[in-house]
């Protein structure tokens, strides 16, 4: 046993002892001094005698008790047993309340589905659009953007139509109008329409939010998910065959994925039983000269699917 364990060995036995009542030992022999001397205060009492030391501070020795007999000791309890956790059910986003962030979600290609309503007549359509549009006027959810819209943009075109195109957020010339696509962007949009063939009022288009937002910044999850249940009945109503989304914001609207634009085009997606094509945006194109023979190419897929693409 070495000097540390002797002192340790030494100072238990002399604390268990003072526990005991013992208050006085004989005066330790020199060798033993010689360890304790650097942690024990010896000090002489009556005959010689030396004081316990101890190493817990302020350690009063009780008073002499009469013997007894030794009581074993209850054993230890074992620790309680912590139950194990209840899994806790979250809510899905679509439960959740409008203005709640969506969750991010890995995207994968939708799968087909029936609407979710028979398809109605012409003008059970146009009152159904009706009702809506007075409730979009109404909303007042995106507190950062109703107080600097002018109106609301609700959508225009023909309510019986194979065709729905969705934008991004109102720019100030469709603020000002209360029209999407128009403006500069509208100009090129309406020739893009053109060359494939397609006239702008066989076309029912929209934009993704319903206001415009300051600046023209890129909507926010919140406000998109504010404005989704207007897009989502607008769609239904129509029941188009086809929706092409113009740009991400309306990539993110329709097909709920932050997927770039590029991994997303040149196939078709689905939304119900419709087919979603997915190109860049006219505002885009003005920026990105480039890229206009890319939405060429998206329109011409789109003139295969539809047989009017010539040779």
Not at 13 to 38: C, F, M, W
Not at 157 to 163: A, H, I, K, Q, S
Not at 183 to 193: H, T, V
Not at 265 to 278: I, S, T
Request: glycine share 6%; proline share 10%.
């Amino acid at each position: 046993m070495d000097s540390d364990q002797w002192k340790l060995a030494s100072l238990q036995t002399l604390e268990y002892l003072q526990r005991l009542g013992v208050k006085h030992l004989p005066k330790p022999s020199a060798q033993l001094s010689e360890i304790l001397a650097d942690w024990v205060d010896v000090s002489s009492k009556g005959s010689g005698g030396t004081s316990i030391p101890s190493s817990r501070p302020q350690l009063q020795a009780p008073e002499p008790k009469q013997p007894t007999s030794q009581v074993p000791k209850k054993p230890a309890q074992a620790p309680a047993q912590v139950a194990a956790p209840v899994p806790v059910q979250v809510a899905s986003p679509s439960a959740m309340e409008p203005a709640s962030r969506s969750v991010a979600k890995p995207y994968g290609p939708p799968v087909e589905s029936p609407w979710m309503t028979p398809a109605r007549s012409s003008q059970e359509r146009s009152e159904a659009l009706s009702q809506l549009k007075l409730q979009v006027e109404a909303c007042r959810l995106c507190k950062d953007i109703v107080c600097h819209r002018r109106q609301t943009v609700f959508g225009v075109g023909p309510v019986t139509t194979r065709f729905v195109m969705i934008g991004d957020a109102p720019g100030p010339e469709e603020d000002r109008l209360g029209e999407p696509f128009v403006g500069a962007s509208g100009e090129l949009f309406d020739k893009i329409l053109r060359a494939t063939g397609i006239a702008r009022d066989q076309v029912y288009v929209l934009n993704t939010l319903k206001c415009r937002p300051p600046n023209n910044r890129v909507p926010s999850d919140i406000e998109l998910d504010n404005c989704r249940p207007y897009i989502e009945a607008q769609l239904e109503i129509l029941q188009p065959e086809y929706i092409i989304c113009w740009g991400a914001t309306a990539v993110r609207a329709v097909l709920q994925t932050t997927e770039s634009i590029g991994r997303l085009r040149g196939r078709f997606h689905c939304y119900k039983k419709a087919k979603v094509l997915v190109t860049y945006h006219p505002t885009y194109l003005e920026r990105a000269p480039e890229a206009k023979k890319l939405t060429w190419q998206d329109m011409q897929m789109l003139m295969r699917e539809l047989g009017t693409l010539k040779a």
